[in-house]
């Protein structure tokens, strides 16, 4: 089964930024469609940046051109760079990997981001 593990999460100054990474284990990493989510209190978990298998990213447009996805399959490690951010980038963020190999989706339990001056 497939573990991930969030961290680099914190307070930061609007304007800031802030890197979050997450390390999968238990499960071969290459091939995996690694996502980033986030949920802000009292809202719905949200779809925020995505890296396939071969580099391909896709994000939400509210964070396009202040986040950026990246992979480094020998650490089986993702990575999500955060720059200008805004108090409405305040979230619990949370890492998924989904796995056509095993025919499911893991989830890791969160690191909290705090946009505040």
């Known amino acids: 089964q497939g573990r991930l593990m969030e961290s680099g999460g914190g307070l930061v100054q609007p304007g800031g930024s802030l890197r979050v990474s997450c390390l999968v284990s238990?499960?071969?990493?290459?091939?995996?469609?690694m996502g980033w989510y986030r949920q802000a209190p009292g809202k719905q978990r949200e779809f925020v940046a995505e890296i396939t298998s071969k580099g391909k990213t896709r994000y939400v447009d509210s964070v396009k051109d202040r986040f950026v996805i990246s992979r480094e399959n020998a650490e089986n490690t993702v990575y999500l760079q955060m720059n200008n951010l805004k108090p409405e980038d305040t979230a619990v963020y949370y890492c998924?990997?989904?796995?056509?190999?095993?025919?499911?989706?893991?989830w890791g339990r969160g690191t909290q981001v705090t946009v505040s001056s």
């Open positions: 998924k990997a989904d796995s056509w190999m095993v025919g499911g989706a893991f």
């Open positions: 238990g499960i071969e990493f290459s091939h995996l469609l």
